[in-house]
């Protein structure tokens, strides 16, 4: 039987492919908890220091695998609740409050689940000829795992209320214009310059990288007087470390650092 998700390891990078081209990498709940399974024996294995995630075939997620879930939704609020929409909430929360940084490489079709996940990554880059769409609202429902509250965190309220109430399709321009996604490549070059910039994120200190998340995921809902106390508190647990020593000391005798993630 083939994976739903394949795994590799690249060096310091981990790379997740969602495996389901046949089904345009829908996020039944299988892939949803490999996905969650999968990060959390990445969080376990020192040697890897970030992830990418990309789609096998044509599409990177066409959403949520609305057959499997049919029956869930069919069942009532309670049981879609539990089955259908927690779990895809576990798996984006997981993303988005990961401790390494986590990019999505964005190869095809990103529509409802799919784009939701792209809203939960650190980074994303999207091929020339990604397309996008929120698409629920075509099929009677709203976002069911984050997209209501995140892509309003992710492009602004206005711009992602109109996307969310159309279910329109836009491309990467779009993507790139509004904030959803960092960079555009060529299709070739997508997955290739998703690992490079993984792998010189994988070369920074990994402390402070999980530190540097935690302050940005942490602050966004908060105050900005809490948000610097957030932000003095991550800093106060990396200028122990062996590594903020070691970067600043490198400055100064003009070398590179050698971080040992400590």
Known sequence: MTEVLSAAIKGQVALLTL?????LNALDNGLLAAIVAALD???LNP???AVVITGAGRAFSAGADIAAFRRHVEAGPAEAVACFMRPGHQMTRRVESFPKPIIAAVNGLAFGGGCELVEST????AADTAVFSKAEINIGIIPTFGGTQRLPRNIGRKAATELILTGRRFDAAEALRLGLVNRILPAPDLLDAAL????DL???P???LAAALSAIHRGLDASIDDGLAIEEAAFARIVPTQDAREGIVAFLEKRLPSYQGR
């Open 19 to 23: 495996n389901r081209p046949e089904k």
């Open 41 to 43: 024996d990445i969080e």
């Open 47 to 49: 040697a890897v220091h």
């Open 122 to 125: 650190h980074i994303a880059l």
């Open 196 to 199: 490079s910039l993984a792998a």
């Open 202 to 204: 994988a070369a920074k």
């Open 206 to 208: 990994s402390l402070t």
